[in-house]
């Protein structure tokens, strides 16, 4: 059982998606876990073929409690241990990585006779004397953890349980729905769609989910700032070329394929992460460790209240349309509030974007262990000064907080300057192979 | 489609993205943005899911038009 919250003690088994025989691949979804917040879906990063389940539906669990065994498919040989995701890397919902007080995690060094892929950076590997503290950033392959595919074996009917529940509610056949969610999966929208359009809307989330979301939250941002000492940077971004290329790039689009400014904001603050990677971390155990990849948290408010930050993979490397593909899934998905465990565990910096609610611009909290923030207010016309002249072009403030124990001013500082030069030459956010110049041409010296 | 069955669909496209919100008290002059709190990317699903029911594309540009249910209604009905 992973544990997925700052205060996660339990979580109770709602659902299995595999059985024993199936054959798994590292990133399958085997499980639905409800932590009393959310329903997150779990993931495994053992492959191999599951052999045996521990913990039947409906069951709860203290975190740590091993749920099923994997044989792995090399050597047949039984592994016993949790296929989960957060070998040690427990997050909230809000995706900062804590440690369960007196769960038992499992430890880092539990036996995986496959290779798999290579480890983070050293440091939070090893075993720590005193608490056992998790290492935020898990063992994941190269490429992002999503589902791989069908296990081998049967096929099965790929279906959120919100969706299942929904197409019992609802009388229908999920055999008959067409899934448009990720790999083919039935989602609660599908099932819906099959129904005639005047239906009820959705339940909201119970009070005692949303007052526990809001624990969640109270407690990660009062832990964020006790222990970080924050500083904040402003710069202001001129989104007229930004804006214009968009316009362009989206005008023989159809809808489904259009790209919103978000995903440029996103996609700058990703591979200036990339460049500058003291920005892209954690601090764990006194120290820096970077992350290995660029795994962003976007934050997305919740209808009805919450907020949750979960990642996307290796947002530095997609193209504009890759990253604005997997926002919408991601946002969806964290709106119908079927998150997976890896997307709660991994961001690496999270950008919170706060301008279409009305705000100019963000004073944020960093997500602990992460190092820092990125924040956005309105995109807005704002006098811009020019060639000794002052004209109006839509600008954005993007804010920075740091945490002053892993970077000083002059990193922050340095990073804003590489998220600006991305959105004033918006080309290079669609090429995530282009380097961007780390020199403007107008700036004072270098520092010895 | 007429104007029953366009508003039918502009109210299922705003119920889909905020499922908090009754299809059957929307104030038909209140501003999707910030009245009933749909972002840009609430909006475009709207777009999108119109597009599909209805066959109607609406451009970019036009977005502002559509500042609210009556709006939307509106502007669907000049172009079916």
Redesign the interface.
């Known amino acids: 059982m992973p544990s997925l919250g700052a205060d996660m003690a339990e979580g109770t088994l709602l659902e299995w998606r595999v059985k024993p025989g199936d054959t798994v691949r590292k990133g399958d979804i085997v499980a639905v876990v409800d932590t009393s917040k959310a329903e997150i879906e779990v993931e495994t990063f053992q492959a191999g073929t599951v052999a045996e389940l521990l913990v039947s539906e409906g069951t709860r669990v203290p975190v740590g409690t091993a749920l099923a065994v994997i044989e792995p498919l090399m050597t047949g040989a039984p592994v016993a241990g949790a296929p989960t995701p957060a070998a040690g890397a427990p997050t909230s919902p809000a995706g900062a990585p804590t440690p369960a007080p007196g769960a038992p995690t499992p430890t880092p060094s539990a036996p995986t006779p496959a290779p798999s892929a290579p480890t983070p950076a050293a440091g939070p590997q090893t075993a720590a004397a005193g608490p056992p503290t998790p290492p935020p950033s898990l063992p994941v392959p190269p490429t992002p953890p999503h589902p791989l595919g069908e296990p081998a074996g049967d096929r099965r009917v790929r279906i959120s349980p919100i969706a299942r529940r929904a197409a019992q509610a609802l009388g229908v056949d999920i055999s008959t729905v067409r899934g448009t969610g990720p790999a083919g999966a039935i989602t609660r929208?599908d099932v819906e769609r099959v129904r005639e359009?005047?239906r009820p809307?959705?339940p909201?989330p119970t009070p005692e989910k949303q007052a526990a979301m809001r624990q969640a939250i109270g407690a990660l941002m009062a832990r964020s700032k006790r222990e970080i000492p924050h500083y904040y940077l402003q710069i202001d971004v001129d989104m007229s070329g930004a804006l214009h290329w968009l316009?362009e790039h989206?005008?023989e689009r159809?809808?489904?394929a259009?790209v919103?400014?978000?995903a440029m904001l996103l996609a700058a603050v990703a591979r200036a992460a990339r460049d500058l990677p003291q920005m892209n971390g954690f601090w764990i155990d006194g120290s820096f460790q970077a992350a290995e990849a660029v795994h962003l948290g976007v934050a997305v408010s919740l209808?009805?209240g919450g907020l949750v930050a979960p990642a996307l993979h290796d947002a530095d490397r997609k193209s504009l349309d890759e990253l604005m593909g997997d926002?919408?899934e991601l946002?969806?998905r964290a709106r119908a509030g079927v998150l997976r465990s890896s997307e709660m565990s991994d961001p690496t910096i999270t950008v919170t974007n706060l301008g279409?609610?009305g705000a100019d611009l963000v004073h944020g909290v960093i997500y602990p262990p992460q190092v820092a923030l990125v924040g956005f207010g309105a995109v807005r016309q704002r006098p811009w000064a020019q060639g000794g002249m002052v004209g109006a072009r839509p600008t954005v403030i993007a804010t920075l907080a740091v945490d002053h124990r892993a970077a000083d001013g002059h990193a922050g500082s340095r990073f804003l300057a590489a998220i600006r030069r991305r959105l004033e030459q918006p080309r290079m956010l669609d090429d995530s192979s282009v380097p961007t110049p780390t020199h403007e041409p107008q700036q004072g010296k270098e520092p010895a | 489609m007429n104007e029953h069955e366009l508003r039918a669909a502009v109210i299922d496209a705003i119920v889909e993205v905020a499922p908090d919100v009754d299809p059957h008290t929307i104030d038909p002059g209140a501003s999707l943005a910030e009245e009933l709190d749909i972002d840009s990317m609430d909006f475009l699903s709207i777009v999108v899911a119109l597009h599909e029911r209805t066959g109607i594309e609406i451009p970019e540009r036009d977005y502002p038009q559509l500042a609210t249910l009556d709006d939307t209604v509106a502007y669907l009905l000049e172009r079916d």
């Open positions: 929208t359009p005047s809307a959705a909201a316009s989206n005008l159809a809808p489904q259009r919103l400014p978000a209808r009805g926002l919408r946002v969806r279409e609610q």
